[in-house]
């Protein structure tokens, strides 16, 4: 059974940095695709990054392009989300999800093309 756990988040002023990371466990994460989302408090959960099997594409949302990068590490088989330069309004609980695909290059964006999830971390940027 597939799960994915993240770690990583906190409390950071503006203009700082945090790097969360998602450990899955149960299966080789050169399986999946993975991606990030957040959820802001009243607001719905909206795609972040993604990133393909092979690490070879990327994807992010324009409101944190040049801000965060998107990686994975097969060998420690996680995936992180560097997130630098924060903004008060990244705040959100911040999730990854994983989802099987036989195309080593595809970039998942859509939700419902996830099948895995965490749990959630909770990103929190004071002004």
């Known amino acids: 059974q597939v799960q994915l756990v993240e770690s990583g988040g906190g409390l950071v002023q503006a203009g700082g940095s945090l790097r969360l990371s998602c450990a899955l466990s149960?299966?080789?994460?050169?399986?999946?695709?993975m991606g990030w989302f957040r959820q802001a408090p009243g607001k719905e959960r909206e795609s972040v990054a993604a990133?393909?099997?092979?690490?070879?594409?990327?994807y992010l949302a324009n409101s944190v392009k040049g801000r965060f990068t998107i990686s994975r590490d097969e060998a420690k088989n996680t995936g992180y989300l560097q997130m630098n330069s924060l903004k008060p309004e990244d705040t959100a609980v911040y999730y990854c999800?994983?989802?099987?695909?036989?195309?080593?290059?595809?970039?998942?964006?859509?939700?419902?093309?996830?099948?895995?999830w965490g749990q959630g971390t909770q990103v929190t940027v004071s002004s």
């Open positions: 999800a994983a989802a099987g695909t036989p195309f080593y290059t595809d970039v998942v964006i859509t939700q419902t093309s996830y099948g895995y």
């Open positions: 149960g299966r080789s994460i050169s399986n999946y695709a």
């Open positions: 990133i393909s099997r092979s690490g070879s594409r990327t």
